[in-house]
């Protein structure tokens, strides 16, 4: 844990660091870190071998307190442009998009 504080404490403003990880504790401890440094983090990979993408927002959880205020006011603004988008619809000019998946 002190490992990763000091290598995301180290992280530049913008930049993303990989942490392949396969055991859900030390993920879990990664995601941990990340969020008290004021970070994004996200899982990905499968169900074996998973990585955690951490990326440095330039926010300090110590600069907006720990209240989650400024948080929860990004998230309240994304939530308010979000509706925005859905509460337009889908436009009628738009044509359907085929998506295939493979297994």
Request: aromatic share 6%; with cysteine; charged share 25%.
């Amino acid at each position: 844990s002190n490992e990763v504080r000091g290598t995301l404490d180290a992280l530049p403003v913008g930049d993303v660091r990989e942490f392949r990880i396969l055991d859900r504790d030390r993920r879990r401890k990664v995601h941990m870190v990340a969020a008290e440094l004021g970070m994004v983090s996200q899982s990905a990979g499968g169900t074996t071998f998973r990585t955690v993408c951490v990326r440095n927002l330039g926010v300090r959880k110590d600069e907006f307190g720990t209240d989650g205020g400024f948080l929860q006011d990004v998230v309240a603004q994304w939530q308010e442009e979000w509706n925005g988008v859905l509460s337009q619809g889908i436009p009628k000019n738009s044509e359907p998009v085929a998506v295939a998946a493979t297994v």
